[in-house]
């Protein structure tokens, strides 16, 4: 593993879009009723998948700022 960097305007860079998509997510999960068209309401589950693979994209990008090589992550 590389040296972590301690500036905390780049972590915050790093992180910050991990925990404002997670917190995105957490909102509109929260909501009773979106407003989306019926026709996208089939692909429901392929939406969520999206969804979660976007902050897995974010979340690696992030731990990738902070060092890790893809042999540590696998």
Do not use: C, T
């Not at 305007?9 to 909102?27: D, E, N, S």
């Not at 509109?28 to 902050?55: M, N, T």
């Amino acid at each position: 593993m590389s040296q972590p960097r301690s500036n905390l305007k780049a972590r915050l860079w790093a992180w910050g879009p991990v925990v404002v998509y997670a917190v995105a997510i957490y909102i509109f999960s929260s909501r009773s009723h979106f407003p989306l068209p019926r026709s996208v309401w089939r692909f429901d589950k392929l939406l969520h998948a999206g969804e979660y693979a976007g902050l897995a994209v974010l979340g690696l990008r992030a731990l990738r700022f902070e060092g890790f090589k893809r042999a540590a992550l696998w």
